[in-house]
């Protein structure tokens, strides 16, 4: 993914007064949100999430057109089939802006496909095939292991669906891993060459008749010890509403110091393509605004380890999506 700007200064003026406006002291709110707080319907496992992740890392670096990216893709389909019964591999060819041909792999997983009212949850599982960000430039063209930018996504991901398979919503889901999201020109002014599968997906849908959701929402970066996720920009502009009821929903759940109320910039990210398609997506995505880079300080370099995941991180994130998902009407 790639930053694209800074917040909008009215956004910040409508947090702000919205912030300004509350006389409560802060004993008297933390109070009454632990009063609110809701009784989730179903447990999220933050140690269940994290060894998706774990596990994921164990077969090194996810780059396209390496072993480690073909026996994660083996991994990832058999523990998709083993929650859901219509799961579909979607394989393709993809160029990158480079001229690499990207042996791709999507994954989709429709939890309760006869139920109409619809929600995509996605996430990205391949891995950046340079630490281009790294302070050690000698290390610049190594690979990015993808602890966070990539696998926590997955893992909180496969975490709902293992809750899916045992507990029904009142809603489907479908969940797509998508291939290909990181093998973008961060230098170049092309925004195309990033989100390569998800935008395939978007344009041939992996199966003929399939109907898409009626709104989506994109893990990414979300498991990070020091988490802040930050309204993104593209997301406010698509489904203000969805984006609104998730921070106040993670706020109520005692998760307000990760999910902050306050904008973050422009990212391309896969959210972006589903936007395009005509779904109405938002991206949980970590930022940062005391970084050079907008986002943690392992983005895209070696240091993208389990070291720095955190199951307290997973959690927030997990609770947040599982009470919003089973909570649906």
């Known amino acids: 993914m790639k930053l694209q700007g800074a917040i909008t200064m009215i ?3 409508i ?9 409560k002291s802060s004993s008297t709110t ?17 140690d269940s999430a994290y060894r998706f992740v774990e596990a994921q890392c164990e077969f090194g670096p996810r780059v396209p057109n390496t072993e480690a990216h073909r026996l994660c893709g083996d991994y990832l389909l058999a523990q998709l089939q083993g929650y859901c019964n219509a799961v579909t591999e979607q394989r393709v060819d993809l160029r990158a802006y480079d001229g690499t041909l990207l042996k791709a792999r999507n994954f989709v997983a429709e939890f309760y496909p006869d139920k109409p009212k619809r929600i995509l949850l996605l996430a990205h599982w391949d891995c950046r095939p340079w630490a281009d960000s790294d302070a050690d430039e000698a290390k610049h063209h190594q690979p990015v292991m993808g602890a966070n930018d990539g696998a926590s996504g997955v893992g909180v991901a496969l975490e709902i ?3 899916l398979a045992a507990n029904e919503p009142n809603v489907g889901v479908d969940i797509l ?4 999201e990181d093998w973008g020109d961060r230098e170049g002014d092309s925004e195309d060459s990033w989100a390569l599968g998800t935008r395939r997906w978007a344009a041939n849908p992996h199966r003929e008749g399939y ?10 970066m979300v498991g990070d010890a020091n988490a802040k996720f930050l309204k993104e920009y593209f997301s406010y502009q698509s489904d203000a509403k969805t984006l609104a009821t998730l921070w106040a929903l993670a706020a109520q759940l005692g998760h307000a110091d990760r999910f902050v109320n306050d904008f973050g910039g422009a990212i391309t990210d896969d959210h972006v393509e589903i936007i395009a398609a005509g779904i109405p997506c938002i991206d949980i995505i970590d930022q940062r605004k005391d970084t050079p880079t907008g986002f943690c300080p392992q983005w895209h370099t070696t240091d993208d380890t389990m ?5 307290a ?14 909570g649906m009407k």
């Open 15 to 23: 947090i702000s007064l919205t912030g300004c406006s509350n006389t």
């Open 161 to 163: 669906a293992r809750l």
């Open 313 to 326: 991180t997973l959690a927030a994130v997990g609770e947040t999506l599982s009470a919003y998902i089973f």
């Open 11 to 13: 956004a910040s003026i």
């Open 307 to 311: 070291s720095h995941i955190s199951p």
């Open 30 to 46: 933390d109070a009454a949100a632990e009063q609110s707080k809701p009784e989730p319907r179903v447990a999220f496992s933050a």
């Open 211 to 220: 109907v898409y959701p009626g709104s989506g929402i994109l893990l990414d």
């Open 177 to 180: 891993l998508t291939d290909a």
